[in-house]
């Protein structure tokens, strides 16, 4: 990747996370905030994290609910 990518894709990212960010009530966004701070993330990296945690989770809950069925 060139360097001029790169940089243009870095500040591609940082404005997407500022309009992501922006959308986002401001109680839920200073936890957000917290929350990357007490993980040493900035908050984008936070705010992935926490979206492919829950989405893992949900797997995990529908793998229970087809096994709880079994019993």
């Known amino acids: 990747m ?3 990518s790169a940089v243009t894709q870095l500040i591609y990212s940082f404005r ?3 309009k992501f960010a922006a959308g986002l009530p401001e ?3 200073d936890r957000v905030n917290l929350a990357a701070e007490n993980n ?3 908050v984008n990296s ?3 994290a926490r979206i492919d945690g829950s989405l893992d989770l949900e797997s995990k809950y529908e793998e229970i609910r087809q ?3 079994y019993l």
Do not use: F, H, P, Q
Request: charged letters at 45%.
């Open 16 to 18: 997407t996370a500022d």
């Open 40 to 42: 040493r993330r900035r």
């Open 2 to 4: 060139s360097t001029k």
């Open 27 to 29: 109680v839920l966004r």
């Open 46 to 48: 936070e705010m992935i």
């Open 67 to 69: 096994l709880n069925r």
